[in-house]
T-cell receptor, first 110, second 113 residues
Framework: DAKTTQPTSMDCAEGRAANLPCNHS???????VYWYRQIHSQGPQYIIH???NNETNEMASLIITEDRKSSTLILPHATLRDTAVYYC???????????FGKGTRLHILP | NAGVTQTPKFQVLKTGQSMTLQCAQD?????MYWYRQDPGMGLRLIYY???????DKGEVPNGYNVSRLNKREFSLRLESAAPSQTSVYFC????????????FGPGTRLLVL
């Protein structure tokens, strides 16, 4: 079973920051939070991952709460090309089993 | 560097027919995976292979077999296709470096009549 809870869908205006929440209240101390996205009809694409500290890369920022029970993926300036399903996954790094849930369908509105 | 490639892109089968979906990666990754995705659903793990010569069941292995032919190739076989196996199948591989990333293929769309 997926260990995360995400909203089914969200809307965001183009040019604004998109904040996608994820609850993972049963996360273990050695589990990382990973985010992937899937643009229509394509294979999923890795975005970012983190353990405790906030992380940032060229695509997004990941904010993890101090108790690690929830996190937020931030797309700082959303564009229409960011319309996709976003998956939040918790797993032990290098654990070979990766389980996807249903994700959040993000609609970027022009 | 082609990444993860899958063949065929599309396939139509009749119930009871067999087929093998092929997957190859040229990134020297150890781990490879097969997922299925049904309309409006997330990805479900069918089988995975942590290294050449090893395979393990995922969430939904029934009706499938896999073969890790070598480090590059990981095939998925349907021995007797059923309409419930109509889905999009994705192959993936993982680089377990400092920034672990899973790379996905473009998918195989399978229709079982």
């Amino acid at each position: 079973d997926a260990k995360t809870t995400q909203p089914t869908s969200m809307d965001c205006a183009e040019g604004r920051a998109a904040n996608l929440p994820c609850n993972h209240s049963t996360i273990s101390g050695n589990e990382y939070v990973y985010w992937y996205r899937q643009i229509h009809s394509q294979g999923p694409q890795y975005i970012i991952h983190g353990l405790k500290n906030n992380e940032t890369n060229e695509m997004a920022s990941l904010i993890i709460t101090e108790d690690r029970k929830s996190s937020t993926l931030i797309l700082p300036h959303a564009t229409l090309r960011d319309t996709a399903v976003y998956y939040c996954i918790v797993r032990v790094a290098r654990d070979d089993k990766i389980i996807f849930g249903k994700g959040t369908r993000l609609h970027i509105l022009p | 560097n082609a990444g993860v490639t899958q063949t065929p892109k599309f396939q139509v089968l009749k119930t009871g027919q067999s087929m093998t979906l092929q997957c190859a990666q040229d990134m020297n990754h150890n781990s490879m995976y097969w997922y299925r995705q049904d309309p409006g659903m997330g990805l479900r793990l069918i089988y995975y292979s942590a290294s050449e010569g090893t395979t393990d069941k995922g969430e939904v292995p029934n009706g499938y077999n896999v073969s890790r032919l070598n480090k590059r190739e990981f095939s998925l076989r349907l021995e007797s296709a059923a309409p419930s196996q109509t889905s999009v199948y994705f192959c993936a591989s993982t680089w377990t470096g400092p920034q672990e990333t899973q790379y996905f293929g473009p998918g195989t769309r399978l229709l079982v009549l």
